[in-house]
């Protein structure tokens, strides 16, 4: 005869069969408490400050973050910026709307979002899993170590640099992206024969506001600490070998598309 289980087995099973779910939450403010706390004590002044030392470590990140992704940017915005102008050409059926308009909506789409954010996804890619992969392989290699024991604060000396790189190259990438993509789609609309690239341009400038590119200037600022910040803090935490920094770099990528999506709706919540 089968013995019924009592309260206490039966609350502990409810108990054991709900801590997947705590452990989910819980999971995440630790991460978000030790990512808070390593940027903290990054930023918190050196103790071996050497303005030589960093301003060379911050030129080297400087052109790693920012020139090098020069082209893979362009790339990226040129094909976006014709995109937009042939759907815009596309879902232009009313004869009564002036061609013009395919000029303002490549402005506005260009400006206030695909030239943040799709630079934002293409620098996840190539500079967060560049930075997770790098620091990845010195903590792994006890490399980090080894700075710590010659007296140098490797938090300030890693981190700071990269994030300041970040934060310094992002909106010289937003200005290149969205001058790209607004010559592109330029080209776009004069080679499409539906309308020239003055009409193109006429709807660009009639509803121009300064103030978007300074929403994307904001906005690029956000990007840039937001990947380069979660880079440094999956990479500098990395462990197991060559397969933790595999992880580790995967996991770069991956939180910076998801922070980037949440700070795009956060800053246009704010600004707009």
Not at 19 to 41: S, T
Not at 210 to 236: H, Q
Request: glycine residues 10%; hydrophobic residues 55%.
């Amino acid at each position: 005869m089968e013995v019924p289980p009592s309260d206490a087995s039966l609350a502990a099973r409810v108990r054991a069969g709900f801590a997947p779910l705590w452990r989910v939450p819980g999971g995440l403010l630790h991460g978000f408490g030790a990512y808070c706390v390593l940027i903290a004590e990054a930023f918190n002044l050196p103790r071996d400050l050497r303005p030589s030392l960093y301003a060379r470590n911050l030129a080297t990140q400087m052109v790693q973050v920012g020139i090098d992704s020069i082209p893979i940017v362009s790339l990226a915005t040129a094909f976006s910026g014709g995109v937009v102008v042939v759907q815009a050409i596309y879902q232009l059926e009313n004869p009564l709307l002036p061609l013009s308009i395919v000029g303002t909506f490549a402005e506005q789409s260009i400006l206030l979002e695909l030239g943040t954010l799709v630079t934002a996804f293409v620098l996840c890619g190539r500079v967060g899993a560049r930075i997770a992969a790098e620091l990845g392989t010195m903590r792994v290699k006890e490399q980090i170590d080894a700075l710590e024991a010659m007296g140098l604060n490797s938090r300030s000396f890693l981190v700071v640099p990269r994030v300041l790189a970040g934060v310094l190259m992002f909106p010289v990438l937003y200005v290149v992206a969205a001058t790209v993509g607004m010559a592109t789609g330029g080209a776009v609309a004069e080679l499409s024969g539906v309308l020239t690239i003055q009409t193109f341009w006429e709807g660009a400038r009639l509803f121009f506001r300064p103030y978007d590119v300074f929403f994307g200037l904001v906005k690029s600022l956000v990007f840039g600490f937001v990947i380069t910040s979660i880079a440094c803090y999956t990479g500098y935490n990395a462990e197991g070998g060559a397969e933790g920094v595999g992880k580790a770099t995967t996991r770069a990528a991956v939180l910076g598309c998801v922070w980037v999506l949440f700070s795009d709706y956060l800053c246009a919540a704010i600004l707009l």
